[in-house]
């Protein structure tokens, strides 16, 4: 390619840009009028809208997990249930399954309600394994199979996931292997002193804002087609691989006190979902290319559940951001 065609090319992708972030804003500034506070969560919702990936939300009750994610979903008009995750939970009660009409004296296909935009999988970890794994090929290959046949979901398709990090009782942990397929895992804290004050004033308001849609479901995969042509330079790349790497082999990068801490580091879908995400937020910022900012920015969404940890780690009271401080200070920055 010439460079007047590439020039032509990079000046048409930051036009687009520019187009679809105004109504990105749009969106933001609504959401704001919905949940109070909140910024990061909001914000790296949208990076896990626009990057296409599903987000593990962990917070205790009662800080508006279920509402953002409500209120997105209405936001760009998009179908959205709620599964509450419970003990006795199976795995057709998510999919769907086969029943039998007595009239006609054929099985017809009755569809869960995984079959949506966007599915909050509320308290997830209380759930057995039997039902978090009929999650694996939903959230891997966007389709479901129900007796033999297989059924493709409309795009957009994200699942968003809480649970409570206090109570365990009668939970079951996540297995790696689905923890793996959450592009971020958003750790969400209280609000301020202010912030709870207004929002105590709201709730006791008569009227309560109400979310109307400014963002389509177009808009949605335009933007996703578009994070997919933003810009990232070898040496981002670079850097990207070697955080990856570094939480596997702590000791190539000069951190050889990590590796009795670290029990198994991040698979390639934490290099892939890293870069991903390093691209939705460069877009946010309503840039055309990926800084060496815009991955630290997002490392810590994107790896801390996929950094296990020792008996040791654990007995010293450290956590994964822990050991993904020390990885994100000791790897060079280009």
Known sequence: MSEVAEASVWEQLELEIEQESAVVDGLRALLKQTIVGQEDLLEKLLVGLFGNGHILLEGVPGLAKTLTVKALAQAISAQFNRIQFTPDLLPADVLGTMIFNLHTNEFSVKKGPIFSNFVLADEINRAPEKVQSALLEVMQEHQVTIGGSTYPLAPP??????????????????????????MLKLVISYPSLEEERIIVRRNLAEEKPVVEAPFTLENVLRVQELVKRIYISEKVEDYILNLVFCTRFPERYGLAQLQPLIRFGSSPRGSINLALAARAYAFLQKRAYVTPEDVRHVAYDVLRHRVGLTYAARAENMTSDTILRHIIGGVPTP
Request: glycine fraction near 8%.
């Open 157 to 182: 398709f994200l699942v968003l996931a809480t649970q409570n990090p206090i109570e365990q009782g009668g939970t079951y942990e996540l297995p790696e292997a689905q923890m793996d397929r959450f």
